[in-house]
């Protein structure tokens, strides 16, 4: 299972691979459009500081020809672009074009485990169930993510699911639990799964009873604990 992050901003990004939780980003035009940066040098940054980890951006077209056409212009910004497509018939259209040039493929805003199938048997790199969203509307995301890894298992799709819109911690290990080969979050989602009062309780009475042990204030100078030192 890898974790992604759903996010353009740079700090949190940088927190994440400081904690070695990075294996890759999703962005959307909503999201792209929070950083109020032109398109093409956060798009470009992103890349770089993610690299060589996948980054998906997202095409803005709504005709297969149109998204066509862009992603051409985004696949050539970074060797580590993957296209997001919406998954509709003017998506998949685009899809079977962009598969034999060699671009990789997110396809997006998948409510279905029928538009699932259909976007892996066309051949996308990535589907990405809205799980959180599905979740939000009374429809059972998880027991769909379930339904996909049988279905993609049983017909040996190369394809990876990204479980998508993920709301919550909770949320993050029951998409874990189906077998999701990706999440993907925001970063205050990712902080959340890390973060826990009892830990920060139990390190502070761990380090006060340290504050009592003899030696402490050498013990961890270079040498000081070597044999015969």
């Known amino acids: 299972m890898k974790i992604f992050l759903d996010t353009a901003n740079i700090d949190e990004i940088k ?10 980003l999703t962005t959307n035009p909503s999201i792209i459009a929070k950083t109020n940066i032109d398109f093409k040098s956060i798009a470009t940054e992103l890349c770089e500081l993610v690299s060589p980890f996948p980054v998906s951006l997202e095409v803005v077209a709504r005709d297969a020809e149109g998204m066509i056409a862009q992603a051409r212009v985004l696949s050539k910004l970074s060797h580590n672009v993957v296209v997001k497509l919406p998954t509709n018939p003017e998506g998949l ?49 998880l027991g769909m993510t379930r339904d996909l890894m049988t279905i993609f298992e049983k017909y040996k799709f190369t394809t990876e699911i990204i479980a998508a819109s993920i709301r919550d911690p909770h949320q993050a290990i029951d998409v874990c639990k189906a077998g999701a080969h990706i999440i993907t979050m925001p970063f205050a989602v990712l902080e959340k799964m890390l973060l826990n009062t009892m830990t920060d309780t139990d390190l502070d009475r761990f380090l006060n009873d340290w504050e009592k042990v003899p030696g402490k204030d050498v013990a961890f100078i270079e040498g000081s604990l070597d044999a015969g030192v």
Not at 15 to 24: E, F, P
């Open 15 to 24: 927190t994440a691979k400081k904690w070695g939780l990075l294996s890759g």
């Open 93 to 141: 259209a685009a899809l079977n074009v962009l598969k034999e040039e060699g671009i990789e493929t997110n396809l997006t805003l998948i409510f279905s485990t029928s538009q699932a199938v259909l976007a892996a048997s066309a051949g996308a790199t990535y589907v990405s169930p809205f799980i959180g969203r599905l979740e939000d509307r009374g429809y059972d995301g």
